[in-house]
């Protein structure tokens, strides 16, 4: 039905910068929320920021004032700016959307964000 694919992840160094991006695509999208999550070695999944279709975003504290999400209607697309990058943003980012009327997840495959000296 709807497939995710995210890209922009990499090795940076503290104080650095990455954009992560999300591409939605399949034959027929009404997506409600978009959103990235993360999970570091040891840890469980966790929510980093989403989007509605409107546009009101949801942060972690982790992340707040940090990191901004946007979304893209038109191109089925999520976005994740990530400056100010700390060691302990260290984690595989994942992408993943909600459609109307559904409680299912939509999940990409991932992409590792690495912040190291």
């Known amino acids: 039905q709807v497939q995710l694919v995210e890209s922009g992840g990499g090795l940076v160094q503290p104080g650095g910068s990455l954009r992560l991006s999300c591409a939605a695509s399949g034959s027929i999208l009404n997506i409600n929320v978009m959103g990235w999550y993360r999970q570091a070695p040891g840890k469980e999944r966790e929510l980093v920021a989403d989007?509605?279709?409107?546009?009101?975003?949801n942060y972690a504290d982790s992340v707040k004032g940090r990191f901004t999400i946007s979304r893209d209607n038109a191109k089925n697309t999520a976005y994740l700016q990530m400056p100010s990058l700390k060691p302990e943003d260290t984690a595989l980012y994942y992408c993943?959307?909600?459609?109307?009327?559904?409680?299912?997840?939509?999940w990409g495959q991932g992409t590792q964000v690495t912040v190291s000296s």
């Open positions: 989007i509605t279709s409107g546009g009101s975003t």
């Open positions: 993943n959307a909600v459609m109307y009327g559904s409680r299912r997840y939509y």
